[in-house]
C-alpha cells in the first residue's frame, strides 16, 4: 500500500472537495475554501440550529424566536455548516454530482459540531430516501453520512428504520407551511425495525435542515414507533428561522 499510494497519487492526484484544485490529502478542502466556509458554532439556538446574534438574544432556553413561538417535535438540533455558497456547492456535489467523497468530508465536521448530541444517542437514523429515487441516485446521501458519523462516533446505526411511503416533489421554493404539507403522511417508521427504535434515544441525521419540514415528519414517525427522544444532526443549516 505504501507503494501503490504514490503512483495513485500521481495518475490521479487528490482534488480539494470545494474548487477541485489540488491538495495533498483526498478528502480536504484547500486553504482557500475553508477560508470561506461558514462554520456553525456557539451561540446557536439548541432546538433548529440557527446562529444566534449572541446568547442574550436566546434567553435563557437558548432558542430562537421562531423555535420559542412554534417549538419542533424534535428536542434539539445542530447544524456543522451554514448553507452558502461553498457549503451548497459540497451538498449538490454530493447529491447529484456522485462526489459520495464529500460524505466523509462533511461528516468529520458534524461529528465535531454534534458531539453533545452523539455523546447522549443510543441510535443513529438516516432521513430516507423513496425506493424509485435511491434507484435513480443510486445511494442515499443521508445514510452515507450517517455511516460515517456513527463510525467516527462509535454509535449503532440503522439505516432502514424509515421509508418514504411515496415519492415527493422538491420542496425548494415552497413554504414552509407548503413544505409541511407536502411532507404529511410520508414517512413512516418500518415495523420490523422497531425493536430498535423503542425506548431509544434516537439521533436523526440529514444533510440540510430548512423548515424542518422532512426532520419533522421523519422525528413524528419515529416517537410513534417508541423512540424516548429525537435529536437532529445535518450537514448544513439554512440561514434564515424556519418559517421563514
Excluded at 2 to 14: A, K
Excluded at 37 to 59: H, K, M, N, Q, Y
Excluded at 129 to 140: K, Q, V
Aim: net charge positive.
Amino acid at each position: 500500500m505504501s507503494v501503490i499510494t504514490p503512483v495513485l497519487d500521481l495518475l490521479l492526484p487528490p482534488h480539494c472537495a470545494g474548487c477541485q484544485g489540488p491538495v495533498e490529502v483526498p478528502g480536504q478542502l484547500c486553504a482557500e475554501c475553508f477560508a470561506h466556509i461558514g462554520f456553525v458554532t456557539d451561540p446557536c439556538c439548541r432546538r433548529c440550529g440557527l446562529p444566534l446574534e449572541s446568547e442574550a438574544a436566546g434567553g435563557a432556553g437558548r432558542t430562537c424566536q421562531t423555535c420559542r413561538q412554534h417549538p419542533p417535535p424534535w428536542r434539539r438540533a445542530r447544524a456543522a455548516l451554514l448553507y452558502d455558497d461553498k457549503a451548497r456547492s459540497l451538498i449538490l456535489r454530493l447529491k447529484h454530482g456522485g462526489a459520495e467523497e464529500n460524505a466523509a468530508l462533511l461528516a468529520r465536521h458534524m461529528a465535531r459540531a454534534g458531539a453533545a448530541l452523539l455523546a447522549e444517542a443510543d441510535v443513529l437514523v438516516p432521513v430516507p430516501l423513496h425506493r424509485w429515487r435511491l434507484l435513480r441516485r443510486g445511494y442515499n446521501q443521508s445514510a452515507l453520512l450517517a455511516r460515517y458519523v456513527a463510525r467516527s462516533a462509535k454509535k449503532p446505526l440503522c439505516l432502514d428504520a424509515l421509508t418514504r411511503l411515496r415519492p415527493t416533489a422538491s420542496l425548494g421554493g415552497l413554504s414552509a407551511q407548503e413544505r409541511a404539507a407536502a411532507m404529511a403522511e410520508v414517512i413512516a417508521a418500518k415495523p420490523a425495525r422497531r425493536t430498535h427504535i423503542q425506548g431509544r434515544r434516537v439521533l436523526l441525521i440529514d444533510d440540510v435542515l430548512t423548515s424542518g419540514a422532512t426532520a419533522g415528519a421523519c422525528t413524528r414517525a419515529l416517537l410513534d414507533a417508541g423512540a424516548a427522544s429525537i435529536d437532529v444532526l445535518v450537514a448544513c443549516r439554512v440561514p434564515g428561522p424556519r418559517d421563514d
